[in-house]
């Protein structure tokens, strides 16, 4: 049975505006469908939230902040967001639609990508998520599912609804979010998250994309935790042999289990990408893994169409085409056949002596490049100093080195050569070698006292990211300057590290009570006190008389920081309720009466009714009214 045909929004008119025409997935907060906008005519994906959370405070909120969050970042790799509202029970989001399949889809048909195409897809990925991360926010939930590929060969990254400001509190304590296998270490043994967790989950990507699996397995989530936590995601190149090393150091780097090894957000590692890329031979970038599903793979096209379209998934409506904004070469079209002419028949002679000519000249570049005048640079990479400069003189060749700061390539060690491996030059020439001197490493400020934004500003002229910042009450230091970092101040750090900022909030005002306190007093007091006040617009019943402080927040007893503001609600006086009669009535009777409609209950039974269990008198006479919990007296007799 068709499911979608089932569903009550299918066919519907969303908010008067929005047409939905099929459902395309379902998840655990929400559900996307094919959607028409009548206003605009134009064909677009709708998020709505489940019903059933739309009545919980909290999911609303998150599911709002990936409509704000992603409206913020303007960026041809990330799926935008065009429109956010409700509609009776329904909460939705009008997101950009992209006509194609997920990752996941073409890991399920394909198994493990070429390196070419895994790169071609990981680079526009890291280039959606390094906008993210230099706009001050995290994903914390990458995975196959969340990268779109479009039809057209656009890739795109799908589902900020977990996104967070890098300057808020990122803990989840108590409840880890996203897919275990994706997650890095420290979000799951402290629920922690900044840039580096997207990082890390790009590396486990590319992992799977490179060998068709997952680096951890296990009959359960908790299994895979566990190698998560203890045991690092192992090199491609053991599933796949003979994958290059350089993408063996692209997943170690960014798969380290201690975040400070890694690239410290998707622009760097990019940049590491690029440069493994670069390093790499066509014949490296287009070998086919053993993983590979047959069938699609050994073909003319694979050149300059990555991944052909998905067989089994089926293609949504397809959307406008721009060649201008491909992303990778998924998918190009065909070049048109060209008409043969009569110009080009006579032009047969021509290309029969220039033939000739190139098969010559090519035989002669053979003849020159084996009569010994030219070399091949050997592969040294991450070798040792010494030992790469005895091998390079044991084939001819001139050495030269230079010096340069690593993340990733321990010190001594071997970083690139100029020419790189493999590559032909005369004999006799010289290769340069970049020796890896280490990690850069940087002294951490001392910034006590300064406004956040010049301690920002400093951390980054010394090579360093501000990070999570927290606040915190302190009697010496004035309110929104530094108090620490962690780690303190003179401690060494790699370039590129985050510092977490500790800000004073100023002394702490302990807040006095003011209710029952006419505004004006109330008012002067908090004021003398250093604190703002706020009057709520709505007014409430209370027991305080109309015009008196019903409520204050903070209330008493609790600590606000210096300018910090009061908020206080003015009772409209006592609510004023009907007093049941309850003359005649039996004592037990009449007070569950009285209780009920919110009085207290007071009993006056004297010597005739201290036997007594009927009431003969009510202190206000049924029908009238009184401020409700006000005492209601009963004599019994």
């Known amino acids: 049975m068709d499911t979608t045909l089932q569903d009550p929004l299918v066919g519907q ?24 906008d009548i206003r605009l005519d134009r064909v677009l994906a709708l998020k709505v939230m489940h019903p059933t959370l739309a009545a919980d405070g909290t999911f609303v ?3 709002i902040r990936e409509a704000k969050s992603v409206a913020r970042l303007s960026h041809p790799n990330v799926v935008g967001v065009f429109d956010q509202g409700t ?9 950009e639609y992209v006509a194609g399949c997920t990752l996941r889809d073409v890991l ?6 070429q390196p070419r195409a895994a790169l071609d897809i990981l680079e ?3 280039a959606a998520l390094g906008a993210a991360h230099r706009a001050g926010f995290v994903h914390r939930d990458m995975k196959p599912e969340n990268v779109l590929i479009g039809d057209d060969g656009r890739v795109k990254v799908a589902d900020f609804g977990l996104v967070r400001a890098v300057d808020t509190v990122t803990s989840t304590t108590g409840q880890v979010l996203g897919t275990v296998s994706y997650l890095a270490p420290e979000q799951l043994e402290h629920g922690t998250a900044d840039t580096r967790v997207d990082v890390y989950a790009c590396g486990v990507v590319l992992y799977e ?3 068709g699996g997952k680096p951890h397995s296990g009959d359960s989530p908790a299994r895979v935790l566990y190698q998560a936590l203890n045991a690092d995601v192992p090199p491609p190149s053991a599933a796949v042999p003979g994958l290059p090393y350089e993408l063996d150091e692209l997943v170690a780097s960014a798969t380290a289990r201690n975040p400070e090894l890694r690239p410290h957000d998707a622009v760097a590692l990019l940049a590491q990408t690029r440069d493994a890329r670069a390093a790499l031979s066509a014949e490296q970038l287009d070998a086919v893994p053993p993983q590979a599903i047959a069938g699609d793979h050994h073909n003319g096209e694979d050149r300059t169409s990555v991944i052909p379209r998905s067989l089994s998934v089926p293609r949504p409506l397809p959307v406008n085409d721009d060649e201008m904004n491909r992303t990778s070469r998924f998918e190009s079209p065909p070049a048109a056949p060209r008409r043969r002419t009569a110009t080009a028949v006579r032009r047969g002679p021509l290309a029969i002596v220039a033939a000739v000519l190139l098969v010559l000249g090519v035989g002669t570049g053979i003849w020159y490049i084996n009569s010994g005048q030219f070399t ?9 100093e010494a030992e790469a400069k005895q091998r390079i003189e044991a084939a001819g060749l001139g050495v030269r080195t230079e010096r340069a700061f690593s993340d990733t390539v321990k010190r001594g060690l071997v970083i690139s050569t100029d020419p790189g491996p493999s590559a032909r030059i005369r004999s006799n020439d010289k290769v340069t070698l970049t020796i890896s001197r280490g990690p850069e490493m940087v002294t951490v400020p001392d910034m006590k006292g300064l406004p956040l934004s010049e301690a920002k500003s400093r951390l980054q002229k010394q090579g360093l990211e501000p990070g999570l910042v927290t606040r915190a009450f302190s009697e010496e230091v004035p309110s929104g300057d530094v108090l620490s970092t962690a780690p303190e101040a003179g401690t060494e750090r790699r370039s590129g590290s985050v510092i977490a900022l500790t800000v004073s909030k100023g002394a702490p005002v302990e807040v006095t009570d003011v209710t029952g306190e006419s505004v004006e007093d109330a008012r002067a007091e908090l004021e003398d006190a250093g604190l703002k006040v706020k009057i709520a617009e709505e007014r409430i019943s209370s027991e305080f008389e109309r015009g008196e402080v019903a409520q204050q927040s903070p209330g008493e007893g609790q600590e606000a920081a210096q300018g910090d503001t009061i908020t206080l609600t003015i009772s409209k006086g006592p609510e004023m309720v009907e007093v049941p009669d309850v003359v005649g009535n039996r004592v037990d009777e009449a007070r569950q009466k009285l209780e009920a409609a919110g009085f207290q209950v007071d009993e006056s039974r ?3 009714g201290l036997f007594g269990d009927e009431v003969k008198k009510q202190s206000v006479k049924g029908g009238k009214t009184a401020p409700k919990g006000s005492t209601i007296t009963i004599e019994i007799r």
């Open 13 to 36: 008119l969303l908010d008067g505006r929005y047409r939905i025409d099929a459902r395309i997935a379902v998840g655990g907060m929400a559900t996307v469908y094919r959607a028409m």
């Open 61 to 63: 909120e998150r599911f």
């Open 87 to 95: 509609d009776g029970s329904y909460v939705y989001l009008a997101m």
């Open 108 to 113: 399920r048909e394909r198994g493990a990508l």
């Open 124 to 126: 526009p990925v890291l």
């Open 209 to 211: 994309m490179l060998t």
């Open 376 to 384: 091949k640079v050997p592969a040294v990479l991450t070798q040792p």
């Open 606 to 608: 004297g010597l005739i």
